[in-house]
């Protein structure tokens, strides 16, 4: 700020003497020798005062904007880095979480279709059995069905041999011949 009020003041007495030399205005397109030496010598004898009054801040203060400007960038490719490895590091944590979630369905099915086969195992087991049972209880109801059968059936033979022969035979030996007899139509019929 000084030095331009000094520079302001050495034209303005400059010009003055000018203006008032025979009523000619001052041009500053016209060439003079007086002038145009006086103006680079006080420029040369400014300049030094100049860089380091005004020129030196604003160079630092441009260093230290390209400084800040180059710290914001590398806290930016810093920050972009890091967002990236976060990223990287998110899908790799979804990706072992979805296989995680996929060795569990799989599990779970095993475990289902390993249940399920043991149930059905059993059910066939218990319908076995049940089968078993069934047959065993309807071949234990036929026998006796055909035991009750046989013995009706030496009842109404007895009845008819006494009916035929007309004479009475013992209880024992009643039953032993038509037991007897029966056996021989059995064998026969087989």
């Given at each position: ?5 000094l ?33 680079w010598?006080?420029f040369?004898?400014?300049?030094p ?13 441009l ?15 810093e ?31 095993e ?13 066939r ?25 046989r013995?009706?059936a ?8 006494t ?10 030996d ?17």
């Amino acid at each position: 700020m000084q030095v331009l009020l000094l520079t302001t003041l050495i034209a303005d007495s400059f010009a003055a003497p000018l203006a008032e030399d025979g009523g000619h205005e001052f041009n500053p397109l016209l060439m003079e020798f007086g002038p145009a030496f006086w103006t680079w010598v006080i420029f040369l004898l400014s300049l030094p005062f100049m860089w380091k009054v005004v020129f030196g801040p604003i160079t630092q203060a441009l260093y230290k904007r390209d400084a800040k400007a180059d710290d914001a960038i590398t806290s930016a490719n810093e920050a972009r880095a890091a967002a990236e490895a976060a990223r990287q590091e998110t899908v790799q944590q979804l990706e072992a979480a979805k296989a995680e979630a996929q060795r569990q369905i799989r599990e779970a099915r095993e475990r289902a279709e390993a249940q399920a086969k043991t149930l059905l195992e059993q059910a066939r087991r218990e319908a076995d059995q049940d089968r078993q049972k069934a047959v065993a209880e309807i071949d234990a109801e036929r026998r006796r069905a055909l035991s009750e059968i046989r013995d009706l059936a030496v009842d109404l033979s007895l009845d008819a041999a006494t009916r035929l022969v007309k004479r009475d035979l013992k209880g024992e030996d009643q039953k032993g011949f038509v037991k007897d007899f029966l056996s021989e139509v059995e064998l026969t019929s087989n």
